[in-house]
């Protein structure tokens, strides 16, 4: 199966403070994405990439910062964390856009 | 406004019974329809995907779609208590979108 692999899985910050959450696949797999999902708000794509270097905007992209350095590695930075990025993210990857997305396990951001 | 809208919000199956699930979307950009499965404190994995009219089945599983009313709907029969997890509709285009999901259709089959 496709593995694709998040760290921290946990991670509290103070308001202000610098978060740093890294992804890595290893399905050889062009796109990466990375979703929040939130109670009520359901699962929203922040940004994503089809290539090393490449950046698009998704649908919630404000506070937030990405960066593909390499097929495998997808970054998201978070460069002055609010209480309004609590939340639980995903990273996923898909070799193609119509072909099965992948989740990792999840990070567990919580912002005080 | 979600551009993937799915209802119910919730479902109680008895174990063995069908559950059945609704999911539009409201751009019409959309072509390919995904049923993810989510159970509690997991990831999101694909259950299902259909991209033509029609039906298509796999095991208990059987999801239907008209790309006309950009209608999916996710039918499960002879429901187990393993079958119990939020069930998310995705939609997606060829623009490289990636997947918009609605918040989902939480299930929970009792025995």
């Known amino acids: 199966e496709a593995a694709v692999t998040q760290s921290p899985r946990n991670k509290v910050t103070v308001t202000g403070g610098n978060v740093t959450l890294s992804c890595r696949q290893t399905?050889?797999?062009?796109?990466m994405y990375w979703y929040r999902q939130d109670t009520g708000h359901g699962l929203r794509l922040i940004h994503y990439?089809?290539?090393?270097?490449?950046?698009q905007i998704g649908d919630v992209p404000d506070g937030y910062k990405a960066t593909r350095t390499t097929q495998e590695d997808f970054f998201l930075l978070l460069e002055l964390a609010s209480p309004s990025q609590t939340s639980l993210y995903f990273c996923?990857?898909?070799?193609?856009?119509?072909?099965?997305?992948?989740f990792g396990k999840g990070t567990r951001l919580t912002v005080v | 406004q979600q551009k993937v809208q799915q209802s119910p919000e919730s479902l109680i199956v008895p174990e063995g019974g069908m559950a059945s699930l609704n999911c539009t979307s409201s751009?019409?950009?959309?072509?390919y329809f995904w049923w993810y499965r989510q159970h509690s404190g997991k990831s999101p994995k694909m259950l299902m995907s259909i991209f033509s009219n029609g039906e298509k089945e796999e095991g208990r599983f059987t999801v239907h779609l008209n790309k006309a009313s950009l209608h999916t709907s996710l039918h499960i029969r002879d429901s187990q208590p393993s079958d119990s997890a939020l069930y998310l509709c995705?939609?997606?285009?060829?623009?490289?979108?990636?997947?918009?999901f609605g918040l989902g259709t939480r299930v929970s089959v009792f025995p």
């Open positions: 751009d019409r950009n959309v072509d």
């Open positions: 995705a939609a997606s285009n060829n623009y490289a979108q990636g997947l918009t």
């Open positions: 990439s089809y290539g090393a270097g490449n950046l």
């Open positions: 996923a990857s898909s070799g193609t856009t119509n072909t099965e997305v992948f």
């Open positions: 399905n050889s797999h062009n796109y």
